[in-house]
């Protein structure tokens, strides 16, 4: 390991060259071939220090937000600004061999089941976000699209860890579950930037000058993505 840096070495049969990646929940990673020398990676650290310096330093916000994920911990409450909800969460352990999530009038979301699995809680109540996330914001997106008169071909809702949103050339959208979390202001603009990729495909600048006629002040609201997750828990991120 180098003295200068932490990494993860991965080796891979495909990399026809070293490559350096930093992310939030690994760090900084070193992509090698397969039967790259491990000896020679310090000094290639050592090249490449102000880059890596620099790049660990713009994910250091977020790696410290993972950092307060206990893998012990369940979900108490659930603030879905998104949609304008908030859910608190209430266990209670049955004899049933599955975990189920199910939703009362009155704000109470009850998992039930065997739920001492902080793990398996986690996992059943990430699939009622999703199911909440399919119901309530590809609704919003095909209103969105209707209102303007977008075409959509098709839809679907992922957990992905770098993308809010996604669209095929071939006008399918996919939409991030994490949305949810975040102010309904930044969701319709992500929503919208997808349906205008139906149009314009790239980030050129027809692209934004399209965007810019749905949502003026678009690029502004934009740097404001940058940082929405923080308003994603770290149970979230950290299971993705």
């Not at 020398?37 to 880059?51: Q, V």
């Amino acid at each position: 390991m180098s003295a200068e840096f932490e990494y993860t070495l991965r080796r891979s049969a495909r990399a026809r060259n070293v490559r350096l990646k930093v992310t939030p929940r690994d760090g900084l990673v070193v992509v090698v071939p397969k039967r790259y020398p491990a000896k020679r990676i310090p000094a290639l650290l050592t090249a490449r220090r102000d880059w890596i310096e620099s790049a660990l330093a713009r994910v250091a916000p977020r790696r410290e937000h993972l950092a307060g994920h206990d893998p012990r911990d369940r979900p108490r409450e659930l603030e879905l600004q998104g949609i304008g909800e908030k859910w608190v969460v209430e266990y209670r352990p049955t004899a049933a061999s599955r975990i189920s999530v199910t939703s009362s009038p009155d704000a109470m979301l009850v998992v039930s089941g065997p739920v001492d699995d902080a793990a398996a809680c986690r996992a059943a109540t990430k699939r009622w976000l999703a199911r909440t996330a399919r119901d309530r914001l590809v609704t919003r997106l095909w209103s969105i699209a209707d209102e303007h008169g977008f075409q959509v071909n098709a839809t679907s809702v992922r957990w992905q860890r770098t993308r809010w949103g996604s669209c095929s050339s071939r006008g399918n959208i996919s939409i991030n579950a994490k949305l949810l979390f975040l102010p309904r202001q930044l969701v319709d603009h992500v929503l919208l930037h997808e349906l205008c990729h139906t149009v314009q495909l790239d980030h050129s600048s027809a692209f934004w000058s399209l965007f810019e006629r749905y949502e003026p002040g678009c690029r502004a609201v934009r740097r404001d993505l940058r940082d929405a997750w923080r308003y994603v828990p770290p149970w979230i991120e950290a299971d993705i």
